[in-house]
Every structure is written in C-alpha cells, then in structure tokens.
C-alpha cells in the first residue's frame, strides 16, 4: 500500500473541494494516484473536514484572506512557496481565495455602468414600442388595399369589361 506525504494529500484534497472542484479523473491524469484513493480522500474529507481547512483557514476573516491574496500577488512560485509554509497554507488555496475576491468585484459594475445600462434599457424599449407601432400601421396598410382590391373586382360591371376587349 502506498503511503503519501501528509502535505501532498492535503493539498489534492483542497484541490477537490470547493472552491476548486478538480474532476478525480483529471488529477489521476495528473498524480498517477489511483481513482479508488482520490475517491476515499475526497469522502473522508467530505465526512470530516480536512486538516487543510480546519487548521490553517480556520478563523481566518474573508479580510485576512483578502489581505494575503494582496500580500501574495507579486510573488513568485518558489516566494510562494516559503510564505505557505511560513503561514502553514497551501497554494491552492490561495488561488482559490484569488478567484474568489476576482468573482466577487466582477458582480458590482460601477455607478457610470449602470446608469449608461438604464438608460439604454429605455431607449430599447422606446424603440420596441416604436417598432410595434409600425408593424401595426403597416399591416392596418396592407388590409386596406387589399379590401380596396376585393371592393374594386366587386362594383366593376362584367359587361364594360367585356365591350371594351370586344371594341379593341
């Protein structure tokens, strides 16, 4: 049986979980870790928490993770490195916590945005109402001559018709 580091397999494991949610398969493409281990890791992990998530982001406010992720931002990999270490973190949660504060400023547009959004929203339904009219008085146009056709074939004489194709 194979034995594995404890920090390799937490690590996998915060890979697994939210907010990252890497497919089993595509980290047995990528460990060569079997199916079956990834497997019981992520359900024990499901059952129990791992040690990942409950010693090193345990009472860490959304504040302080944002505070890292700005202290980390300019690091390099190896830099990276000894500051999770320093910290007792893992990478991968720090790349989580990254896409988390990217996600969150990306739902607020600025006030210039939405006020630009509001009134284009106005103008296209200005220009529906406008369209819908339109199509109304056109289709109002087209009844009309073909009436005006029907009453024409109606009250036009047969026989005058007739007498001037005869004449001609």
Known sequence: MNSYPKELKESIIA???????????????????SKDTLYCWRSKALKGGTP?????????????????VLETA????????????????????????QTACKQAHAQFAPKADRTTIRTQKKEIKRLEAELNRK???????????????KVRSLWEDPEEGKSSLRSA
């Open 135 to 149: 199509e109304k008085a056109l289709a109002e146009a087209a009844v009309l001559l073909v009436l005006q056709k």
């Open 74 to 97: 300019s690091l390099n990999k190896l830099e990276l490195g000894e500051y999770c270490r320093r910290k007792g973190l893992f990478p991968q949660m720090i790349d989580a916590w």
């Open 15 to 33: 890979r697994m979980l939210p907010p990252n949610n890497i497919s089993v398969p595509e980290l047995v493409r990528e460990t060569s870790i």
């Open 52 to 68: 990942a998530q409950t010693t090193a982001t345990k009472g860490l406010s959304s504040e302080e993770r944002f505070n890292i």
